[in-house]
């Protein structure tokens, strides 16, 4: 069995090591208990601190480190794209941030899971700490989406997931150009076996998405997967 995980990362320099270590810590005990081979592959998302040199050095000295780097900064769905491509012969995949934001101590549970036959495993966190204001708009946006798209969207589910070789595929075959994975995921099917855990506050670094691009994000999120809010506008 050969496990993959796969890290996108745009100028996570003041994390990275932190990261890493955790990462490795935790692969290299949960592989000889749960008897699998592993690589890492981060995807450097153009950015502009050191996180390429660190990655570079991470590289240097073990085998199993690999990456990809981007010409310029291109946007976190394509750098998962870009590290999808590059692993449709590893028998799952697991996607996580660079920030510490996805517990990497989740990972070994993941992977048991799907050796017991998931093809999707998906990790959902609460939304602790967050404003109530966040709160309430995010609920507001699920019970709309829901109501409208023809996947159903989960709050708190995103893209710290594995994925199993056959869902890899499925979600190669779908060559969307502005790509929604939230949709894509959840469109693709293998119902999913979901772990819950408690949301992390970012501890270094910041954020990369601003407030705007969140709400386009949301817009993307309504208009990927369906024709109803056009087919209103012709009605209209
Ligand atoms: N990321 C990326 N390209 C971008 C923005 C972000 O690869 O253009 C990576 C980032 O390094 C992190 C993950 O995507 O590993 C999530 O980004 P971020 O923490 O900014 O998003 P948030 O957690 O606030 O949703
Ligand atoms: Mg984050």
Request: hydrophobic residues 40%; aromatic residues 12%.
């Amino acid at each position: 069995m050969f496990i993959r995980i796969l890290i996108p990362c745009f100028n996570e320099a003041q994390v990275l090591h932190h990261m890493y270590e955790q990462l490795s810590d935790i692969l290299s005990v949960d592989s000889q208990l749960q008897q699998y081979r592993y690589d890492i592959l981060f995807v450097d998302d153009g950015s502009t601190d050191d996180t390429l040199t660190i990655i570079r050095q991470f590289a240097h000295v073990n085998r199993k480190v690999k990456y990809i780097s981007f010409s310029r900064n291109f946007g976190k769905e394509a750098a998962m794209y870009a590290g999808l491509k590059e692993s449709n012969a590893v028998d799952a995949l697991v996607i996580i941030d660079s920030d510490l934001q996805h517990p990497p101590e989740l990972i070994p549970q993941m992977i048991n899971a799907y050796t017991q036959g998931y093809h999707q495993v998906v990790a959902c966190r609460d939304r602790t700490g967050e404003q109530q204001w966040r709160k309430r708009l995010t609920k507001l946006y699920y019970g709309t989406i829901n109501r409208l798209i023809d996947v159903s969207l989960m709050d708190g589910v995103g893209d710290f997931r594995l994925l199993s070789q056959k869902a890899v595929h499925a979600v190669l075959s779908l060559s969307e150009y502005n790509r929604f994975s939230k949709g894509i995921f959840a469109w693709i099917g293998f119902a999913p076996k979901v772990i819950h855990y408690q949301n992390k506050i970012r501890v270094n670094g910041v954020s990369k998405w601003s407030f705007k691009q969140l709400f386009n994000y949301a817009i993307d999120g309504l208009l990927s997967f369906n024709n109803k809010p056009l087919r209103s506008l012709i009605y209209i």
